[in-house]
């Protein structure tokens, strides 16, 4: 969801300036160096108004193109720079921009300032820099923005729950720097309510933390002040922090969901044994010392025979297994069929063993009667239907 193409500025992770200490020396390449931001020192005062006042140097990005975040992020230095030099006027505010600003920016901005009835007066000022914004922000900036905080955030694992909220704050404060959708893009853009980034942040957080905000009869997500609700989150975090630091898992440790365990003698889980009543001995009770998963890892509580995921997707597994066509499984066979090619009737390999030494045996007896009597033209038949005889006994 952070990576949205409606999100004119990601709410995380956040841009980064780019400039040339930023940016690798194997990357300076003809890029790096120019998306890379000039800097310069301006004199400020601690209070403007006293002319004795402190003064301190401070740095500024000098702009000349960059992304919608750079830009709102340069627009929040210009505030700063004006307010530690005393610019109040429009003039002293126009120049205070040339200076800061080169490239197609600047072009923008006294493109506008040239006009014909254009003067330097505040308003003219602050309608240039919009200007400016134009060829920096997409179309319909606005109103996309405004979508993707409504309806397409999570929580980011790396944010914190009171950064989160400082985050969301200084995305809506930005909007004052977005090019309007109408109005010639010069216009006043509303930034979101208090009750609207309650009702953001909320949707932000995770299921858990706010099933545990709902079950609290002392907090509304509607009337609850945003404070309060990330002081609450802030808590279901450092809470949830603990427990996963000591146990490893968010959920507790095993004992706090087995009972107290051990060597309770009973059946009954007041006792201390399993809530299924396996005693000592039982298959269960092997697989309850173990208590590594494949699938939530190490010392979650159960193991991988007793995991409920795992159970349901070898129940799917095989019901899908089952569901399918069954296919001829050739089986290799050591049955020989009768040579009539009848197939209801087979003989196995002892058979044909035994079959062969009866015919051997018969066969001996018929040389040897051959060798005593006179040659009879009929005896190489009789011992084909001896053969055939002993193999269909029943013909």
């Not at 931001?37 to 301006?42: A, R, T």
């Not at 509304?220 to 609700?229: A, H, I, N, R, V």
């Not at 998963?293 to 129940?315: E, M, R, W, Y």
Request: aromatic share 8%; charged share 30%.
């Amino acid at each position: 969801m952070l990576d949205s193409k409606l999100a004119v500025i990601p709410l995380y992770p956040i841009e980064p300036w780019n400039d040339k200490k930023e940016v690798p020396e194997d990357q300076r390449g003809m890029r790096a160096a120019r998306d890379a931001f000039k800097e310069v020192k301006l004199e400020l005062r601690a209070n403007p108004a006293a002319a004795d006042s402190f003064k301190y140097g401070s740095y500024f990005k000098v702009f000349d193109q960059g992304t919608p975040e750079q830009w709102c992020r340069w627009r929040d230095d210009l505030k700063r720079a004006w307010a530690g030099l005393g610019n109040t006027t429009g003039p002293l505010r126009a120049a205070t921009i040339r200076h800061l600003l080169e490239g197609q920016a600047l072009d923008d901005f006294e493109n506008y300032m040239r006009q014909d009835g254009v003067t330097e007066t505040l308003k003219n000022v602050n309608k240039a820099l919009k200007m400016v914004a134009v060829t920096i922000f997409p179309a319909d900036a606005v109103t996309n923005m405004k979508h993707y905080l409504n309806f397409e955030l999570k929580k980011p694992k790396a944010l914190k729950a009171r950064a989160l909220k400082t985050r969301l704050e200084r995305l809506n404060s930005w909007f004052e720097y977005f090019p309007t959708d109408g109005d010639g893009r010069i216009g006043q853009v509303t930034i979101l309510t208090e009750q609207e980034l309650r009702g953001i942040y909320y949707r932000m957080l995770p299921t858990s933390w706010r099933r545990k905000m709902d079950e609290n009869n002392m907090f509304s997500q509607y009337e609850t002040p945003l404070k309060d609700m990330v002081d609450y989150a802030e808590r279901l975090e450092l809470t949830e922090d603990k427990y996963e630091k000591t146990t490893g898992n968010r959920y507790g440790s095993s004992s706090n969901r087995q009972g107290q365990g051990g060597k309770a003698k009973g059946g009954s889980p007041g006792n201390g044994a399993p809530e299924s009543g396996d005693t000592k001995g039982s298959v269960a009770s092997k697989f309850s010392k173990n208590r590594d998963c494949l699938i939530h890892g190490v010392d979650c509580g159960h193991s991988s025979h007793q995991c409920k995921v795992l159970k349901a997707h070898a129940t799917k597994v095989k019901a899908q297994f089952e569901a399918q066509p069954k296919k001829f499984v050739h089986k290799k066979s050591h049955n020989y069929k009768k040579p009539n090619g009848d197939s209801e009737r087979k003989f196995t390999r002892a058979e044909v063993h035994q079959l062969m030494k009866n015919f051997g045996t018969k066969l001996q007896v018929e040389t040897h009667n051959m060798e005593t009597v006179e040659e009879n033209p009929n005896d190489e038949m009789e011992i084909d239907q001896a053969l055939e005889e002993l193999l269909n006994p029943g013909k």
